[in-house]
């Protein structure tokens, strides 16, 4: 059974850094990306960061690209996602997600953690 549970989130100003966790258990082969998404207030979800456990690429949104990192353990157990230059408009419910395919879209995503809240504020 796939878990996946998120920390590290909470309040920073703007300009202020933040990494998130995604403990990873129980993830099969065929379930090897794991990305982040976030939806913010009434907004939909949106995929800002995956990464190919096996081989390490990554894809990042447009609105996070050069400001995020999303990057493994070396056991490939976690996934961090380090978030620098917060904005306001990053404010948002982050999710870890395992998928079967190497996209941003959330429609390939089978198994999500429960969220951890990041709030940036001006």
């Known amino acids: 059974q796939v878990r996946l549970v998120e920390s590290g989130g909470g309040s920073v100003q703007a300009g202020g850094s933040l990494r998130l966790s995604c403990a990873a258990s129980g993830v099969k082969y065929h379930k090897k990306y794991l990305a982040w998404f976030r939806q913010g207030p009434e907004k939909q979800r949106e995929g800002v960061a995956v990464i190919d456990l096996r081989d390490r690429s990554r894809d990042y949104s447009d609105s996070v690209k050069g400001r995020f990192t999303i990057s493994p353990d070396s056991a490939g157990n976690k996934v961090y996602l380090q978030m620098d230059s917060l904005k306001p408009e990053d404010t948002a419910m982050y999710y870890c997600?395992?998928?079967?395919?190497?996209?941003?879209?959330?429609?390939?995503?089978?198994?999500w953690g429960q969220g951890t809240q990041v709030t940036v504020s001006s």
């Open positions: 997600a395992a998928g079967g395919l190497f996209s941003l879209l959330e429609s390939y995503y089978s198994y």
